[in-house]
């Protein structure tokens, strides 16, 4: 496989808590296992900010547009660590490594793409 895309962005976590005040916010952008996996931890606002963070680096990184950011879709491995998938057919013989980090002000994210 080669790297075909690269991606990163970095948001404050104080944005998404603002956000995420508007009824009806976190349901249009995140998928229900990402609200609940969120929702159950202590810093609900920066694992919601740095899963923003990953979906527009993954947008980033990927080489076509179009892609609606509730199809990009963060769940963690059993020691944690991110996996990304993308509901899209565009995207079936594509690999996607993300990487993933967060603070009290910022969240950030960077998304490799391999073919
Ligand atoms: C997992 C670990 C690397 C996370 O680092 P951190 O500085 O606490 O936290 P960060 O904000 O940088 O990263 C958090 C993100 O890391 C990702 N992550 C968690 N476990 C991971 C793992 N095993 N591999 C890759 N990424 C992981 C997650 O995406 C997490 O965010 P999320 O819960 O919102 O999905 C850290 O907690 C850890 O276990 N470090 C091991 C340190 C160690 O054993 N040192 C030994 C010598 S002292």
Partial sequence: ???IGLGTDIIEVKRMEQFAQKPGALER???PQEIAYCQARKNRYQHLAVRFAAKEAVYK???FG???FKNIQVTNLE???PV???ADERCRDLQILLTLSHTDAYATATAVVQQ
């Fill in 1 to 3: 496989m080669r790297i």
């Fill in 29 to 31: 952008i995140f998928t």
């Fill in 61 to 63: 990184a990927l080489p």
């Fill in 66 to 68: 179009g892609v609606a």
């Fill in 79 to 81: 020691n944690g660590r």
């Fill in 84 to 86: 990304v998938s993308v």
